[in-house]
């Protein structure tokens, strides 16, 4: 089940370009839920859209 759920939420991300909100929505959760989902399987959020790698 960890595996579909991984399959799951990797693709939604991915269609979303990484947008976690969005991709709650497509996935019927809420974001919350979605970052916990995350967490619970060690996937890591993209960075900001525009942050810098320098964090300035």
């Known amino acids: 089940m960890r595996d579909d759920s991984l399959h799951l939420i990797a693709q939604a ?4 370009n990484g ?3 969005a ?3 497509q996935l019927g959760i ?3 839920t979605l970052h916990r989902k995350m ?3 060690n996937l890591a959020e993209a960075p900001a859209r525009g942050a ?3 964090g300035s």
């Not at 991300?13 to 979303?16: D, E, M, S, V, W």
């Open 30 to 32: 809420s974001r919350r």
């Open 39 to 41: 967490n619970e399987m």
């Open 19 to 21: 947008n976690v909100t």
């Open 13 to 16: 991300l991915a269609a979303t």
């Open 52 to 54: 810098d790698a320098s």
């Open 23 to 25: 991709a709650a929505k």
